[in-house]
């Protein structure tokens, strides 16, 4: 997912959830896919998950979706399994579910300043731990502002399942009025 430029995806690589090897947690629900209703006022864009705002460019809003699958669904054969252990490698339990305030703005701050050269001045207004049909997640409101333009608002949700983290991501411009309709739709987030 795009947010300002950055690739959510190398966000989470970043935040530990991926890019590395990650071994479900047991204790975790199996997810399969995340549902939620996008209102007619957002339509698709350019980029898989992507949906902007029917006025655009006069309304930035957006909304992002995308999920990362750590691969660990697959069951290792005997052979795999003896050739994990002998290389010596060490299991790396899956942390996603152990982000911290602290942890997601270091790496948002850093993931930003690498793409503008300079500090954006993201900052988070809020940091809670939800949950969503069962499922452990997040949402995480924060704020920033790239020279000369208005400040952003975003409100992430992130919902950790078994094998997948799902990110649902809302977007806008200061003066967007979009506030509610990202409400209605957050409300309708559902995993199964």
Do not use: W
């Amino acid at each position: 997912m795009i947010i300002a430029g950055i690739s959510f995806a190398a966000v989470i690589g970043i935040l530990g959830m991926g890019h590395r090897s990650v071994y479900a947690r047991e204790d975790l629900k199996k997810a399969v896919q995340c549902s939620f209703v996008v209102s007619p006022e957002f339509v698709p864009g350019d980029e898989k998950g992507l949906f902007i705002n029917v006025n655009h460019p006069m309304e930035s809003s957006t909304i992002m979706y995308s999920y990362y699958d750590n691969g660990n669904e697959r069951a290792l054969t005997n052979r795999e399994k003896q050739e994990l252990e002998e290389s010596g490698q060490v299991q790396v339990v899956d942390a996603s579910r152990d982000l911290t305030s602290e942890i997601y703005l270091q790496t948002m701050k850093e993931a930003y300043l690498r793409e503008y050269g300079y500090d954006v001045g993201y900052e988070i207004a809020s940091f809670d731990e939800i949950s969503v049909d069962g499922y452990p997640g997040f949402k995480i409101e924060s704020s920033y502002q790239i020279r000369n333009d208005e400040k952003v608002h975003q409100t992430v949700y992130i919902i950790v399942s078994k094998y997948r983290t799902f990110t649902v991501a809302y977007q806008r411009a200061e003066d967007d009025d979009c506030a509610e309709l990202f409400e209605e739709s957050a409300q309708s987030i559902h995993l199964r």
